[in-house]
């Protein structure tokens, strides 16, 4: 292309100038020499402003040379220009070329480690959104945690208002205390996990931030560089940038500069993925201790609630057991109270029946007793008389005897009845509690699908 812009210029042939050179030239230019030596001052008026036809031809001769000389300087840059220019055009093109294919390879370098990066933030956005959903399963089954709560607390207090003998620390209050240092725990457990869930999400975000990041730096530089892979010789949109490598250098930082080799360029994504894929193998983690954290503590609360409510239905069981036996016994001592007031009816019957037979025989003795003289004599009639007054008495006193235990055994009877009128009471009483009050408002306790946040 050079070639064909350089002007061409005439050919000087040296030969010509070997035929205009005189014989004696070469000593004509070494005479004149010596011009201005004293060999010439005779003459000197004579030749000031004029030449020697030697000289003529030296002068001559010496302009073909030099004009040769420079013809032959201007052949030999022209063909070194050529040579040049053929050189430096294929070099530019290799060149070019060259850079051409580094950036295609960057190109797929960087599609590829994009594509990566998206993956990788899918990954854990998909990762993140499965964590959201433990921490709001979390969050229910911690709410949910409450009505178990509300109901053993309830129940407690509600059995403290048991009386008597009843107010006993049964297996009931044993399993409801159980129930509530369970919960508590199982509250604590899921608050400790709760914690850890949303610090999870956090770290997934702020990795996944970081890909972000990363990902954007490496779209940038993709399209800058397909936008320089796309740039030709004959592309009009390019200009000249003399100072670009130089303002490039004093723009980045020096840490920058000193880490932006492949190396580290590929260290560096290197290193946010591995952060990437460890933050989304804890957060996989996690989720798998917050599904067995729910399923366990969900089964463990309606296990205690089962032991719970048999120990209520036993205690139900054994409470009507026991009051249908206070109800038999009262039913007995009701009909013991009824035959014994027959009994002492019976027994002051027979006391006042033995009256008039000791009115008559006091009444014979009292007469006879006043018989005169020797007629008052200890015949068998008084004998007999005497010995009826005394067998009445005797029967009297035994029956009065008898009438006082009577009554005393019907007093015993009467408190024996109110003893079990009063357990009867207060065993209705624990059955309400139990049966009434806290079994029934068990019937609200959670599923197992709500306590495990569902």
Not at 30 to 53: D, F, H, I, V
Not at 187 to 205: G, P
Not at 334 to 356: C, F, P, T, W
Request: glycine content about 4%; proline content about 3%.
């Amino acid at each position: 292309m050079l070639s064909q812009v350089l002007v061409p210029r005439p050919h000087l042939d040296t030969r010509a100038a070997e035929r205009l050179r005189p014989p004696d030239a070469e000593s004509a230019v070494k005479e004149n020499l010596y011009a201005g030596t004293s060999a010439g001052l005779a003459t000197a008026g004579y030749r000031c402003a004029k030449y020697t036809p030697q000289e003529w031809f030296a002068n001559n001769y010496a302009t073909l040379k030099q004009a040769a000389t420079e013809g032959s300087n201007a052949q030999r840059i022209q063909h070194e220009s050529k040579r040049l220019s053929t050189e430096t055009g294929s070099a530019a093109l290799r060149t070019q070329a060259e850079a051409t294919t580094r950036l295609g390879e960057r190109l797929q370098d960087i599609y590829f480690w994009k594509a990566e990066l998206g993956r990788h933030i899918e990954r854990l956005l998909a990762e993140t959104e499965l964590l959201l959903a433990q921490k709001r399963r979390l969050e229910k089954a911690l709410d949910a945690t409450e009505i178990p709560f509300a109901i053993a607390t309830d129940n407690l207090t509600c059995r403290e208002r048991r009386f008597g003998p009843d107010l006993v620390q049964d297996q009931v209050e044993e399993e409801l205390l159980k129930e509530v240092e369970l919960i508590r725990s199982i509250q604590a457990l899921l608050k400790k996990t709760l914690d850890q869930a949303v610090n999870q999400i956090r770290l997934n975000r702020e990795a996944k931030q970081t890909l972000e990041l990363d990902w954007s730096d490496k779209h940038q530089a993709y399209n800058l560089d397909d936008q320089c892979g796309r740039y030709s010789n004959r592309s009009r949109d390019t200009q000249h940038y003399p100072s670009s490598a130089k303002v490039h250098d004093q723009c980045v930082p020096l840490h920058v500069i000193l880490l932006c080799d492949r190396e580290a360029w590929l260290g560096f994504t290197h290193t946010n993925l591995g952060l990437a894929e460890r933050e989304q193998a804890a957060s996989s983690a996690l989720r798998q201790l917050c599904e067995r954290v729910l399923l366990e503590t969900a089964e463990d609360l309606r296990a205690q609630c089962a032991s719970v409510e048999q120990a209520f239905s036993l205690r139900c069981q054994e409470l009507t057991q026991a009051k249908r036996q206070l109800e038999l016994q009262l039913t007995q001592v009701l009909e013991q109270i009824g035959a014994q007031e027959r009994n002492i009816s019976s027994l002051q019957q027979a006391v006042y029946d033995k009256e008039a037979p000791l009115r008559v025989a006091q009444s014979r003795l009292h007469y006879r007793a006043q018989r005169p003289n020797m007629e008052l004599c200890r015949d068998q009639p008084q004998i007999s008389l005497l010995g009826e007054v005394d067998e009445i008495s005797r029967s009297v006193q035994e029956l009065q005897v008898q009438l006082a235990q009577a009554w005393d055994s019907l007093a015993q009877l009467e408190q024996s009845r109110l003893l079990l009128e009063k357990d009867i009471s207060c065993k209705t009483h624990s059955l309400l509690i139990d049966r009434q009050k806290c079994m029934k408002h068990r019937t609200h306790y959670p599923t197992v699908l709500t306590l495990s946040g569902y």
